[in-house]
């Protein structure tokens, strides 16, 4: 009776360790699922390939899945988007014309003898 308590036991553990490899290597994708990251599919795929190579390619899995946000896109960033960057570089170009025809506005009321001096 005992042999085939210890036999069912052995089966169930190595069930039990088969899948929580498997949902080990789906951590990655599951992460990437979560940050609809573009690539999911890819990462996905090298996880299977991943177990066949005794792991070797799962930390960059990780590293892949983590780098991308949908907000944010890639990498680190201050948390604007670079069509928040375009439109705050507008703005500064627009107030920088503003000047520079305010300046233009104003030398052309000096008189004319002191213009072009000091320059």
Known sequence: MLDYFALGLLIFVGLILFYGIILLHD??????????????????????????????????LWIWAMAYREDRGWGFSDGHSPKSHVVHLEQQVAALQGRI???????????????GEGI
């Open 27 to 60: 951590i990655p994708y599951e992460i990437a699922v979560h940050r609809n990251h573009p690539h999911q599919d890819a990462i996905h795929a090298t996880g299977w390939v991943s177990l066949f190579t005794l792991h070797a390619l799962w930390p960059f």
């Open 101 to 115: 025809e305010r300046l233009e506005a104003s030398a052309g009321q000096l008189p004319s003898d002191n213009r």
